[in-house]
């Protein structure tokens, strides 16, 4: 997850590129030894061979490019938090569907052959035992579903594909179910009769960081909520001790820094 927040003041090496850090993910699929031989390919078609490393290379320049156009299309907004990873996954279950051009442009998009390749990169990051991380996709249809589609959601990306009814709370239920019942009320309203599909990623997290910050070195500081400043009390670590990069313009005017858990 990306956070632009405009009190930020991390300092770094100047010689750093965004993807020199979002380059760890390329990293860890490559240290667990992704390229090895597909094992047989179950029902409906889904080859559950490993991850590419190239996946994690084209999805980290699509989280880049994302981060750096959602933040210039906000350009008021202090804090800006997206998740590049989740939006793959979603945009990974439109492509399951997609033919001809629509499919040729999804797959440009996130940087991947095809669909299946987004779940795989998934499955890898979601491998580490060290913490509890769980992400779950679901995509909800007003016309009728094909039965080879809901097998394909579910064997290659563990997702839901179900029915668009005239109320949300089937989509609040199962984000409710897929976040701990950490967010019960995503959706608010009905679904507007034009609306055709509702594509809807939850991602839950907890774990404890690999090397914890020293309470001693807390200070006040101010917040930038959405539509308010607000005092608060900020965490400090050197640059020395937190990989960080200066802000670039390639993300939007923000810098990236590395968390381990």
């Not at 980290?60 to 350009?75: I, M, N, Q, Y």
């Not at 001809?100 to 095809?114: H, I, R």
């Not at 109320?167 to 034009?194: C, M, R």
Request: glycine share 8%.
């Amino acid at each position: 997850i990306w956070n632009r927040d405009s009190s930020a003041g991390l300092a770094g090496n100047a010689n750093e590129s965004p993807l020199d850090l979002v380059d760890a993910i390329s990293t860890r699929v490559g240290a667990q030894s992704l390229v090895t031989a597909p094992s047989a390919t179950p029902a409906g078609g889904v080859d559950k061979k490993s991850c590419d490393p190239a996946t994690a290379t084209g999805v980290a320049a699509f989280a880049t490019a994302l981060f750096g156009k959602v933040c210039e299309a906000r350009p008021d907004e202090a804090v800006t938090v997206v998740s590049p990873l989740s939006i793959a996954a979603a945009l990974a279950l439109a492509l399951a569907g997609a033919t001809g051009a629509s499919a040729a442009e999804l797959s440009t998009l996130l940087g991947v052959p095809d669909h299946a390749e987004i779940a795989r990169l998934s499955e890898t990051l979601l491998s580490d035992n060290s913490v509890t991380l769980k992400i779950a996709s679901s995509i909800w249809l007003h016309k009728t579903i094909k039965d080879e589609y809901i097998l394909t959601a579910q064997s290659a990306h563990k997702a839901v594909a179900a029915p668009l009814g005239t109320s949300y709370a089937p989509i609040n239920a199962w984000v409710a179910g897929a976040t701990e019942g950490k967010i019960t009320d995503l959706l608010q309203g009905s679904p507007d009769p034009l609306v055709r599909a509702v594509l809807v990623n939850a991602v839950y997290f907890k774990g404890s960081w690999a090397s914890k910050f020293d309470p001693a070195h807390t200070r006040p500081g101010t917040f930038h909520a959405a539509g308010a400043s607000i005092p608060a009390q900020f965490m400090h670590r050197s640059a020395k001790q937190l990989p960080a990069s200066p802000s670039l313009q390639t993300l939007g005017g923000a810098a990236a820094v590395r968390l381990d858990y």
